[in-house]
């Protein structure tokens, strides 16, 4: 079992950046497919970026494409997300999600284990 912490969240102004963190214990996340998905309030949780085991593909929803950068350092055993150019419509709870069989991509119910989440907001 595996166990994420996001870190990373808070308050920013539009255009401007963040960078979330997830740091794993209990296992190393080597062997794990990771992503990052967001809920915004009265919506469904979203896919918006993923990353290989050995960070060799890394893959993006089409709203976050071009602004946001998944990356992982598995000596580190963390997983980060810079945010740039952010937009109020990036309003959000960020979580962490691991998939033990590699899988980096898909909707939630692939994913095994999940952080609790942080808040980031942006202002207009």
């Known amino acids: 079992q595996v166990q994420l912490v996001e870190s990373g969240g808070g308050l920013v102004q539009a255009g401007g950046s963040l960078r979330l963190s997830c740091a794993a214990s209990?296992?190393?996340?080597?062997?794990?497919?990771m992503a990052w998905f967001r809920q915004a309030p009265g919506k469904e949780r979203e896919f918006v970026a993923g990353?290989?085991?050995?960070?060799?593909?890394?893959y993006y929803a089409d709203s976050v494409k071009g602004r946001f950068t998944i990356s992982r350092d598995n000596t580190e055993n963390t997983v980060s997300l810079q945010m740039d150019s952010l937009n109020p419509e990036d309003t959000a709870v960020y979580y962490c999600?691991?998939?033990?069989?590699?899988?980096?991509?898909?909707?939630?119910?692939?994913?095994?284990?999940w952080g609790q989440g942080t808040q980031v907001t942006v202002s207009s």
């Open positions: 999600a691991a998939n033990r069989y590699g899988t980096a991509i898909g909707g939630r119910g692939l994913f095994d284990y």
């Open positions: 209990g296992r190393t996340l080597s062997s794990y497919g």
């Open positions: 990353i290989s085991r050995s960070a060799g593909n890394s």
